[in-house]
């Protein structure tokens, strides 16, 4: 395959790869493996995607870290030594560099490579890409692993740059140490990422102040760390580990409990409910008597259980209903799970407000006025999550056929073909995108079958001799009732979150929109292989 881009000064490759996280690297290292000319771009100044971006203090998995990290690779597998049960950041993108250096990856990545625009040039058959730098660069083939959860997404007060004190998102928080000692310190946002903040820094400054709006279901992490034999255990189970995650629906290593509520008694569902408020990890949202996350009636009762532990965990009874939500049920939003953050509002140095009673009205010169007065900090911080699955892809302008844009195409919600390409957008492979299942589950293990899964359709049109492929529209119209199938049912759908499609810093975010396959893992990966065997069928090749 040679691209036939005659425009000399044009830095042109076969394959660019555009972000440098789990997805990006991996695929990088399959593209080499296959011998093609690949150049991977991102626009930070390193790599590790997710884990190079969010430095706030406790950032880490949900994921059990030996079941996160990457299975294709044995010599990795027993080369690397995780610390905890859910690694800190820090540790993770130690492991990413380690992965990259033990590949020798870094000698076709090119840092601070912020891709603009992708044009895709019909009569050359290739991906023109604007680089905010002012390049230029084309490619035959396109692999976006721009990331789910890599477009951070800040509230909309006025005043902002005004604030004299030091303000960021959580997603941009500084490289170098930010020293909390003594400071009055605000937090916007008690989602996943703040909830992980709050626990983690409330002993740690002066004051700290949280900003709730929505509070979330939350559940104790129950992280530790690991010593030599538990690695040691672990490294000789990693076997079953991967093909537990391979047939849980979530891709983790928690299966649900194959009996409904009813089926069993009283006693047998406290005691399991309290085995796994006492266990690590997503067990309780995830190991859960099956019908907990599907019947409305099942869900309330959980949902009361954990407001008991609510209401046991904080002192204040009023500040324990403000923590308790009450517009949706547990696990119908993703379940941040914590560390002390139940606790934290028990210290007298923190102060939890509800911005639905005083709303936020502007940002001061040295604080946050709200319907209640102002008050003042040393540092503001924004835990104001992310315009999620779509929010990367908006931020790019990409023109596929007949000068189509991606944003007008999915002005209402992502249209794929199995979540892996566009109709009207040839050549292009979105690797764990929009309408995949690697977003609805434990990320890496559905991306390594991602990337795999796209180097056989690669492989598949290099040996026919083709130049072009792209899903048809008929396809991606059924796509699009599957993964609608897979809303149906799932309390999942009931709840207004990133899962839906809303977020209410993103002007038009304020409906249903079909993001992810929800249908599990090992149904999603039969699908595409099935796909894979009927030669690609659903795309066209030329
Ligand atoms: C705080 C946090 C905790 C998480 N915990 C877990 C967990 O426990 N388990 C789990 O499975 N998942 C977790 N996730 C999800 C996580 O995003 C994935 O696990 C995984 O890291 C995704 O890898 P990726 O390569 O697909 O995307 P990313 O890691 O997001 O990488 C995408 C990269 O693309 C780059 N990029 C985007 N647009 C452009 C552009 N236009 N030009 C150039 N570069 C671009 C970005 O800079 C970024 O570096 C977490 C996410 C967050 C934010």
Known sequence: MSTTDTTAEIESHEVIVIGAGV?????????????????????????????????YPGARFDSESYSYGYSFDQEILEQWNWT?????????????NFVADKLSLRAD?????????????????????MLEDGRELSCHLLLT??????????????????????????????????DLAGKKVAVIGTGATGVQLIGEIADKV??????????????????????????????????????????????FMHEPDRRKLAEVSEEERLALWEELYAAPGFGIWLGNFRDVLIDPEANAEFSEFIAQKIRQRVDDPAVAELLIPKDHGFGSRRVPMETHYYEAFNRDNVTLLD?????IEHITAHGIQ????????????????????????????????????????????????????????????????????????????????????????????????????????????QWLQEVQAGYEGSLLSTAKSWFTGYNSNVPGHDKLRYLMYLSGSPRYRQRLEAVAQENYGGFSFE
């Open 355 to 359: 911005v639905n009673k005083a709303p």
């Open 206 to 251: 002066g004051e700290l102040t949280v900003y709730q709006r929505r509070p979330n279901w939350c559940a104790p992490l129950h992280n530790a760390p690991i010593d030599a034999d538990t690695m040691a255990r672990i490294k000789a189970s990693y076997e079953e580990i991967f093909a537990l995650c391979e047939r849980t629906p979530g891709g």
């Open 145 to 178: 692993a721009i990331g789910m959860l890599s477009a951070a997404t800040l509230p909309q007060f006025k005043g902002m740059d005004n604030f004299q004190g030091e303000s960021f998102h959580t997603y941009q928080w500084p490289q170098e140490p930010v």
């Open 370 to 477: 709200t319907a209640d007065g102002e008050r003042s900090y040393d540092l503001i911080v924004y835990a104001t999550g992310f315009d999620a699955i779509t929010g990367a892809f908006d931020r790019m302008d990409f023109t596929g056929v007949n000068g189509q844009k991606l944003a007008d195409k999915w002005r209402d919600g992502p249209l794929t073909y199995l979540g892996m390409g566009v109709s009207g957008f040839p050549n292009l492979l979105t690797l764990a995108g929009p309408q995949g299942a690697s977003v609805s589950s434990n990320f890496p293990p559905n991306i390594e079958f991602s990337v795999n899964w796209a180097v056989g359709l690669i492989e598949y049109f290099r040996a026919h001799g083709y130049t072009r492929m792209e899903p048809t529209a008929d396809s991606e119209a």
């Open 84 to 96: 905890e049960h859910f690694s800190p950041q820090p540790e993770t993108l130690r492991y990413l």
């Open 23 to 55: 997805c990006g690297l991996y695929a990088l290292h399959k593209m080499r493996e296959m011998g093609l000319d690949v150049a991977l771009l991102e626009a930070g100044g390193d790599l590790g995607g997710t884990w190079y971006w969010n430095r």
């Open 109 to 129: 990545m090119q840092f601070n490579a912020r891709v603009c625009a992708a044009v895709f040039d019909e009569s050359a058959v290739v991906w023109r890409l």
